[in-house]
């Protein structure tokens, strides 16, 4: 079965900061991978998706952006951080047709 | 578009009582369809996960149906306790273009069991 693995948790930023979340997959290889936000009280937004190295595709216009450097890693960045990414940003994978498994989530405040 | 309804969209029942929780979707074409539970400030954790053969799947106190037909799911808790106290959220999978599978979320149910 998969593992992600994400981090950091928590994150405090200032506006205009820059940004990088990671995220690493266990447990199998080539998967799927996800970039969600969640906004309070709000459902789960795609943001960014990958099918492979290299290839990302995104789904929501905005100042970020995501890199996948290796087969099982995937980078949620930003050069500029605004008030408004502030959200719990979710990393996920698949392998095959079964919905995401996700990982534990990081928090993000942007002050 | 693909879509999934959740609702209701908040609910609150008192501990040992049963509720019903509903997901509609128009996702096509359709690949299979998973509950999840979210606790507050976690990642959310799969509960059960149907394909289109499957009606009914259970997981202890947690049951899920799904009409293909009608295209609706629900998910039943019996006899709640406290720590059911979460977000649900309905996901339904699609083949897209390239082979990839595509998720689309519900905006979740969030449930409040009181004692």
């Known amino acids: 079965s998969q593992t992600i693995h994400q981090w950091p948790a928590t994150l405090v930023q200032p506006v205009g900061s820059p940004l990088s979340l990671e995220c690493t997959v266990e447990g199998t290889s080539n998967p799927n991978l996800y970039w969600y936000r969640q906004a309070a009280g709000r459902g789960l937004q795609l943001l960014f998706y990958?099918?492979?190295?290299?290839?990302i595709s995104s789904e929501v216009p905005q100042n970020l952006s995501a890199s996948r450097p290796q087969d099982r890693q995937f980078i949620l960045s930003s050069k500029k951080l605004l008030l408004s990414d502030s959200g719990f940003y979710l990393c996920?994978?698949?392998?095959?047709?079964?919905?995401?498994?996700f990982g534990a989530g990081s928090r993000l405040t942007v002050l | 578009k693909n879509q999934v309804e959740q609702s209701p969209q908040s609910l609150i029942i008192l501990e040992g009582k049963n509720c019903t929780l509903q997901c509609n979707y128009t996702v096509s074409p359709f690949s299979n369809l998973r509950w999840y539970k979210q606790d507050t400030g976690r990642g959310p954790v799969s509960l059960t996960i149907m394909t289109f053969s499957e009606n009914t799947k259970s997981n202890g106190r947690y049951t899920a149906t799904l009409d293909a037909d009608t295209k609706q799911s629900s998910l039943h808790i019996t006899a709640s306790q406290l720590s059911d106290s979460a977000s649900y959220i309905c996901v339904v999978s699609a083949k897209a273009s390239g082979g990839s599978y595509i998720p689309t979320f519900g905006r979740g149910t969030s449930l409040i069991v009181h004692p």
């Open positions: 996920a994978s698949t392998w095959g047709p079964p919905p995401p498994t």
């Open positions: 990958s099918v492979g190295i290299g290839q």
